[in-house]
């Protein structure tokens, strides 16, 4: 037997050996063991990324061909997208703005929670986009030759200098060819297990500033309910996406900005951010995201003796609507004691219209409630 041949029979035994296990672990998962489904979803998530990213490798070698492969990434995202969809039952959805993911050359940025965020680039990565990324994951077999084909920006975040130097390449490509980007400017995963995010870097401002071009920011809502790697948990689930185009550098166009201008930029994107991460916490598919069991919505505050009578009567009369109503009235006022308790300071007018968007889907939930009860069969 030759050295091809043995190899070749040890890849068929390891990958025989790694499905069977993976579906021995989802078998114990649909009998409720969460420890099952955690690593059943996270043995399927890594062979969901060899293989896309093995054909993202024969995508941007077949693509250079052409002079096409700066959309090779937005092949092979798409790719992982549907692939994880079917594999896991874990989806991101875009809730607003899929507009502006058409600005091009842009500098996209997001917020780095785990590395299922590989799967929400999946779900909203524009074409002729790049990705950025620490220069250890080029010698990453599969992933990382990819990478390399297809024009990833790789950073040492050891060295300033080369780090320096690789935005200015960036910046001289995107001026070229229209080419976006896209960096978590966190730099690492924070895994959080609440709306929050960790200190921003400069270097996705410094990018944006010397190539002249907008900031995009994509905030995904707080998805520990779906995947927790503290808890173990990683379960099916839909993921809300929100993207909203930066207006700080409208009204300044960017060849009149300079380095100095780096840190204003980017204490407005972080906040415009944050604020767009808690909203979209209150949110009902946010709730669903962040929390595991809707039991854990926190209690209706107790009535108080100071509440005027006509608002007892008020709450008296929506109680009497049954436990539909109430557990409407119990979205609205978690939603509202998280808008109050974090004290989001965007201005009026994104919490008002939060609000509205809220008042609207609840109005929505309780209509569809309302036909399925009207279909319902009575008995004789």
């Known amino acids: 037997m030759t050295l091809i041949d043995t190899l070749v029979v040890a890849f068929i035994r390891f990958f025989a050996l790694y499905v069977g296990l993976?579906?021995?672990?989802?078998?114990?998962?649909?009998?409720?063991?969460?420890?099952?489904?955690?690593?059943?979803?996270?043995?399927?998530?890594?062979?969901?990324?060899?293989?896309?990213?093995?054909f993202g490798v024969f995508a941007a070698t077949n693509m250079r061909l052409f002079d096409a492969h700066r959309s090779s990434q937005w092949a092979t995202a798409r790719a992982f997208k549907y692939t994880m969809r079917i594999a896991t039952s874990v989806q991101f959805k875009i809730v607003g703005g899929k507009e502006h993911l058409n600005i091009r050359p842009a500098v996209f940025i997001g917020n780095h929670q785990t590395a299922l965020d590989v799967l929400m680039l999946g779900t909203i990565f524009p074409k002729n986009c790049s990705v950025t990324a620490k220069k250890s994951l080029a010698r990453t077999p599969f992933l990382g030759w990819f990478m390399s084909l297809s024009g990833t920006i790789f950073i040492d975040r050891a060295n300033r200098s080369t780090a320096l130097r690789a935005f200015e390449g960036a910046a001289e490509e995107m001026k070229k060819h229209q080419q976006s980007v896209f960096i978590f400017p966190e730099g690492t995963r924070s895994n959080a297990e609440k709306p929050e995010l960790l200190e921003f870097k400069k270097g996705a401002f410094h990018l944006a500033i010397q190539a002249g071009v907008p900031i995009v920011p994509v905030v995904t809502g707080c998805y520990s309910g779906v995947l927790s790697v503290k808890q173990w948990r990683f379960r099916g689930?839909?993921?809300?996406?929100?993207?909203?185009?930066?207006?700080?550098?409208?009204?300044?166009?960017?060849?009149?900005?300079?380095?100095?201008?780096?840190?204003?930029?980017?204490?407005?994107?972080?906040?415009?951010?944050?604020?767009?991460?808690?909203?979209?916490?209150?949110?009902?598919?946010?709730?669903?995201?962040?929390?595991?069991?809707?039991?854990?919505?926190?209690?209706?505050?107790?009535?108080?003796?100071?509440?005027?009578?006509?608002?007892?009567?008020?709450?008296?009369?929506?109680?009497?609507?049954?436990?539909?109503?109430?557990?409407?009235?119990?979205?609205?006022?978690?939603?509202?004691?998280?808008?109050?308790?974090?004290?989001?300071?965007?201005?009026?007018?994104?919490?008002?219209?939060?609000?509205?968007?809220?008042?609207?889907?609840?109005?929505?939930?309780?209509?569809?409630?309302?036909?399925?009860?009207?279909?319902?069969?009575?008995?004789?």
């Open 22 to 54: 993976t579906s021995s672990l989802f078998s114990m998962s649909y009998l409720g063991n969460t420890t099952a489904s955690f690593f059943a979803r996270l043995l399927t998530s890594y062979m969901a990324l060899a293989i896309c990213a093995l």
């Open 237 to 380: 689930g839909d993921i809300p996406v929100k993207v909203q185009k930066s207006t700080v550098l409208a009204p300044i166009p960017t060849e009149h900005l300079g380095p100095e201008d780096a840190n204003e930029l980017l204490k407005y994107t972080k906040k415009l951010m944050l604020a767009n991460l808690k909203m979209l916490a209150g949110t009902a598919i946010g709730r669903r995201a962040l929390a595991p069991d809707p039991s854990q919505l926190p209690p209706l505050p107790p009535a108080k003796t100071s509440i005027s009578s006509s608002t007892s009567s008020t709450a008296s009369s929506t109680a009497a609507k049954g436990t539909s109503s109430g557990d409407e009235l119990r979205e609205k006022v978690v939603t509202k004691e998280i808008l109050k308790d974090q004290q989001v300071s965007v201005g009026a007018e994104s919490v008002e219209e939060a609000e509205r968007e809220l008042e609207k889907s609840t109005a929505e939930r309780v209509a569809e409630r309302g036909e399925a009860d009207s279909r319902a069969p009575t008995d004789m």
